[in-house]
């Protein structure tokens, strides 16, 4: 038997002679000409050498192991991705084989389970946000943002969008790489010291404005007051919000928005090292044409029987390149289910109670906090779930010295914003106990 290439696949030297021979190239490297050399690996991967099964799967624990997880840790650490209970029956739905695919079911013969589930999500979604309609899901909350701003463009007519610097600074990342892809000018509107909005950069020639709800900080935003400025100047109004926080303040459908994105990790996912995501998109009924990604439609056929479909747009609609309405063809179906077994589970007044747990517990934090030695960044604005606050010094040395103390403490806000050294982002779900918000108290106090 030849000598195999890799150790970790099973072509051998002839066999990949022979490929290479097929489509015309001299070498592996011929494949990469397009990614820049100083980008690509030099040398060999740092992994060991072939093992059997029971030894490899020993050195990836070993490797699993070396990242921190929640059994391990406190967590307090929010920014658009949060530690939330997920009911057991989210994961004995999910795991079933039926329901084992990521991928936009196409044929409704064969479909309707799923197809009625997304339309279930749709549904749950669309209330939650107080809209008229949401789509099948995107793929996660900032590109979600990103789409709602090219389809505002593409309604409008115009190709300028604004950005509240309220959002999260990963998503305003998404928006630019999408925006500069099609020539869109994305300007920064910047908040006051007091975390409010400055509207001063809508012009006639805005096609949108994109705030968040609640903001990067976990302020309450005034929506009814971006609304007003987003007619004045006859733009559209894009909010990207939390879905938790919408079981118990307005939905931004309902205070005048025109889409409504946001991440959906919240409702029944893992934290996960940062993904899988879900993103969530919604809009009044006279968008529906525009929209980008999956509509299921309920009906009935020839029989008067019930049945579920895609609706309303083609695939072909969304891979004409530089004339489609979007690129993205397909959705996150399993997280979308995911999503509708937990909202199904929790009911209307499971995800109030979340809500108001969450509520309580952030505002016991703040004040226990305050004991500690920290001060609320902005005293006098409403939150949800997470505040900022300033500490006596650097977040990060104080972060990292939690985390030998088994609390991940939260995001120090240094990275994003001058003046924020000593800022801490801290977020409180309904998860967090009593016990171990006086703990991260007690700690910070012992680390100031």
């Not at 015309?24 to 991967?45: H, N």
């Amino acid at each position: 038997m030849e000598r195999q290439a890799m150790p970790y696949t099973p072509h051998t030297d002839a066999d990949v002679a022979a490929m290479l021979k097929t489509i015309g190239a001299d070498s592996i490297d011929d494949l990469f000409v397009e990614i820049p050399d100083e980008l690509r690996l030099k040398g060999p991967l740092n992994i060991p050498s072939a093992q059997d099964e029971h030894r490899l799967a020993k050195t990836l624990g070993d490797l699993a192991s070396r990242n921190l997880n929640l059994a391990d840790t406190t967590c307090f650490l929010g920014a658009g991705i949060y530690d939330r209970f997920i009911p057991a029956t989210v994961g004995a739905v999910i795991s079933r084989g039926e329901f084992l695919t990521a991928y936009t079911p196409y044929q409704p013969e064969v479909s309707q389970g799923y197809l009625q589930t997304i339309y279930e999500f749709q549904s749950m979604v669309a209330e939650l946000y107080d809209c008229d309609l949401a789509n099948a899901s995107m793929y996660d909350g900032p590109t979600s943002l990103a789409e709602a701003a090219i389809m505002a463009c593409q309604i409008t007519g115009r190709s300028r969008v604004v950005v509240s610097q309220g959002v999260h600074p990963h998503a305003r990342q998404v928006l630019h790489t999408y925006c500069w892809a099609l020539g869109i000018e994305v300007v920064e509107a910047p908040l006051t010291e007091g975390a409010a909005q400055d509207f001063s950069a809508l012009t006639d020639s805005s096609a949108c404005l994109l705030v968040q709800q609640p903001n990067f900080f976990g302020v309450i935003e005034d929506i009814p007051a971006a609304r007003a400025a987003c007619d004045s100047t006859g733009s559209m109004l894009v909010v990207s919000a939390d879905p938790t926080a919408c079981a118990l303040v307005p939905g931004p459908g309902g205070q005048g928005a025109d889409v409504v994105t946001g991440e959906g990790q919240p409702l029944g996912i893992p934290m996960g090292l940062g993904g899988p995501m879900l993103g969530l998109f919604a809009c009044r009924k006279e968008l529906v044409r525009q929209i980008p990604g999956r509509i299921v439609g309920r009906t009935t056929d020839a029989q008067g029987r019930l049945g579920y479909t895609m609706t309303l747009r083609t695939r072909e609609q969304d891979i004409r390149r530089e004339k489609a309405t979007s690129n993205i063809c397909t959705n996150e179906a399993l997280m979308a289910l995911a999503a509708t077994v937990y909202l199904a589970t929790l009911g209307r007044n499971g995800m109030r109670s979340v809500a108001e747990s969450s509520v309580r517990n952030a505002q016991y934090a703040m004040g226990r906090l305050a004991e500690s030695g920290a001060s609320l960044r902005f005293p006098d604005r409403k939150v949800f779930c997470e505040f900022v606050v300033n500490l006596p010094r650097p977040a990060t040395e104080v972060r990292d010295r939690l985390l030998d103390k088994g609390i991940l403490a939260g995001l120090p806000l240094g990275p994003y914003g001058a003046g924020l050294e000593n800022s801490l982002l801290v977020a409180v779900t309904e998860l967090r106990t009593r016990e171990e918000i006086d703990r991260l108290a007690d700690e910070i106090k012992a680390a100031l």
